[in-house]
């Protein structure tokens, strides 16, 4: 059986209300709701040696080699370098944000109002694929995707075409 390997107050911070966890860089990335605050964290002692105030709170991804926050039920995304903690400007995309999720090259966000959008890192195309309800994204292989669909009590697949 295995056992917690070990725990991390979030110091400076009470209470943290964690909306998101990602790991890029070397780094465990914690993303305080309530504050709209992203945390570096350095996986080995604990430390917060980053704190990045957003425009975008709520779920994480990372990918490409940032870290991706989504503000849930709005239209916001932002991204931030998981090299060196700097925040991009934040950006619009499909309204009613549910989830988000990077991959190398894509970024992934669905919504709760039964659309997801697709926004090609390199070119930044975006792509809107009509859903039969709102849903949140389970993983990402390459050009598609499996997400939950709650209220059918299914998961679909979509491949960008």
């Known amino acids: ?13 009470a209470p943290v209300r964690a909306s998101g966890i990602a790991v890029s860089a070397g780094s465990v990335w914690v993303m305080d709701h309530k504050s709209a605050t992203l945390l570096r964290i350095d996986p ?11 425009d975008a709170s709520g779920r994480l991804s ?8 989504a503000s849930a039920g709005e239209d916001l995304i932002q991204a931030v370098d998981a090299s060196t903690a700097k925040a991009s400007p934040s950006m619009q995309t ?3 944000v549910n989830n988000v999720v990077a991959s190398s090259d894509l970024l992934w ?3 709760n109002v039964a659309l997801m959008c697709v ?8 792509q809107t694929i009509e859903l039969p309800a709102g849903g949140g994204i389970v ?13 059918e009590d299914e ?3 979509v491949t960008l075409g």
């Open 1 to 13: 059986r295995e056992e917690i390997e070990s725990t991390f107050p979030l110091r400076g911070f």
């Open 44 to 54: 080995d002692s604990g430390e917060v040696s980053d704190r990045v105030h957003l």
């Open 62 to 69: 990372a990918g490409g080699g940032k870290v991706w926050a």
């Open 94 to 96: 499909c309204t009613g």
């Open 109 to 111: 966000v669905s919504t």
């Open 119 to 126: 926004i090609d890192l390199g070119t930044d195309d975006h």
């Open 139 to 151: 993983a990402v292989d390459g050009d598609s995707a499996w997400l939950s669909l709650p209220t």
């Open 155 to 157: 998961i679909a697949h």
